[in-house]
């Protein structure tokens, strides 16, 4: 008989952090292959699981604060399990601790640049940053001992949960970005065009700036090098401000909606992945991983993977050299089809789905 889960999303209409809601909607389908959840989110969510879930998966959506609906699911039904959303965990474990004393309570660790607290450091730190640090610090220990299993995206973030408490580091388990190969499974041969493909949210601030800093510094120089390249941005989230941009470059061409936007990151010689947070970078790498093209990204662009310069992936310091790294795939394609081969086995290696999902049935 199946179990009940409850799982509450941080999903929110404002937010920019598309990677971590890429990565819990992967975790969320896994678990429904185990249980029936009730998933608590904000504002109208994501629609698609309502028709591709079926009955195992009921939506319930709130506009403001979760308390008053968590109590009220938790006292209809017997969770046996509930993930809660890391950002959430300090508005409403102790209500579900209260209600629900034996579920165990699963927490996603997955951070953003822009919200660790457990890499901070104390030197040179004025006294009010080093209060609220120290302050940072004991919630997350406060928050560890009522966490029955707590995920982190990388080893290295793992070690650093287990650094705040030596007493919960056996809760700590790494679960990696992944992806399911099954929606990657043409193996028809490709020919390689003389094109770069850009496939990110344009509509956020994130998304924006990362385009203008490609196209502004970066894309004028691989031109130069290369006048025939095209530029290929892919999907149906592009800004106005952006297609204003590009309105009079002949070389950049939006897509708009595809239904699979993977026959264009095929044919590229290069995928331009995200330059900085927030434009759910790991995840577009990961897919042109599975689609056997070669990635030129920044060092933070692909923080938390398991990567190797010149190897499996182009990493540049800085836009000169992204611009270099970005030629050097269009005029050598055998450099790109080498890279692209030790990308695809990196996945299969390490961020498959049947792989994290086996770790995940295992864990719970």
């Known amino acids: 008989m199946r179990k009940r889960m409850l799982f509450l999303s941080a999903k929110n209409l404002q937010t920019e952090d598309l990677e971590r809601e890429i990565r819990q909607r992967g975790i969320l389908g896994i678990l429904l292959e185990r249980f029936n959840i009730d998933l608590l989110t904000y504002g109208n969510g994501d629609l698609e699981y309502s028709t591709h879930c079926g009955p195992a998966l009921v939506i319930h959506r709130v506009r403001k604060g979760m308390n008053g609906t968590i109590k009220e699911l938790c006292q209809s039904n017997e969770y046996s399990h509930v993930?809660?959303?890391?950002?959430?965990?300090?508005?409403?474990?102790?209500?579900?601790?209260?209600?629900?004393?034996?579920?165990?309570?699963i927490t996603d660790a997955y951070r953003s640049d822009s919200d660790q607290p457990?890499?901070?450091?104390?030197?040179?730190?004025?006294?009010?940053?080093?209060?609220?640090?120290?302050?940072?610090?004991?919630?997350?220990?406060?928050?560890?001992?009522?966490?029955?299993?707590?995920?982190?995206?990388?080893?290295?973030?793992?070690?650093?949960?287990?650094?705040?408490?030596?007493?919960?580091?056996?809760?700590?388990?790494?679960?990696?970005?992944?992806?399911?190969?099954?929606?990657?499974?043409?193996?028809?041969?490709?020919?390689?065009?003389?094109?770069?493909?850009?496939?990110?949210?344009?509509?956020?601030?994130?998304?924006?700036?990362?385009?203008?800093?490609?196209?502004?510094?970066?894309?004028?120089?691989?031109?130069?090098?290369?006048?025939?390249?095209?530029?290929f941005i892919v999907g149906s989230e592009v800004s106005a401000e952006v297609r204003r941009l590009v309105k009079e470059d002949e070389s950049v061409v939006i897509t708009g909606p595809l239904a699979d936007p993977g026959r264009y990151i095929r044919r590229a010689k290069a995928f331009i992945a995200p330059l900085q947070e927030g434009c759910g970078s790991r995840s577009k790498i990961l897919e042109s991983w599975a689609l056997k093209t070669p990635v030129v990204t920044s060092y933070q662009g692909s923080e938390r993977l398991i990567c190797q310069n010149n190897r499996n992936i182009l990493l540049a310091h800085n836009t000169i050299e992204f611009a270099e790294k970005v030629v050097r795939l269009l005029e050598d394609p055998k450099l790109g089809s080498i890279i692209a081969d030790r990308a695809h086995q990196t996945l299969l290696n390490h961020y498959e789905a049947n792989s994290v999902k086996a770790k995940v049935f295992s864990l719970i």
């Not at 950002?87 to 579900?96: A, M, R």
């Not at 299993?149 to 990696?176: Q, R, T």
């Not at 998304?207 to 390249?229: C, E, L, R, W």
Request: some cysteine; glycine content about 2%; charged content about 20%.
């Open 83 to 105: 993930f809660i959303s890391h950002s959430l965990l300090g508005n409403c474990i102790n209500l579900i601790k209260h209600i629900l004393p034996d579920a165990t309570i």
């Open 118 to 231: 457990v890499k901070i450091t104390f030197k040179n730190m004025a006294i009010h940053h080093k209060l609220n640090a120290a302050r940072a610090r004991w919630n997350e220990q406060r928050l560890m001992n009522k966490t029955g299993l707590l995920l982190a995206v990388s080893e290295w973030d793992a070690l650093l949960f287990k650094a705040l408490s030596f007493k919960n580091a056996p809760k700590v388990h790494v679960l990696p970005h992944f992806i399911d190969m099954n929606q990657y499974n043409d193996t028809e041969p490709t020919s390689k065009e003389n094109m770069i493909v850009l496939h990110w949210n344009m509509n956020t601030t994130q998304g924006k700036n990362a385009f203008q800093k490609f196209y502004h510094t970066i894309y004028p120089s691989v031109k130069v090098k290369v006048p025939d390249v095209q530029c």
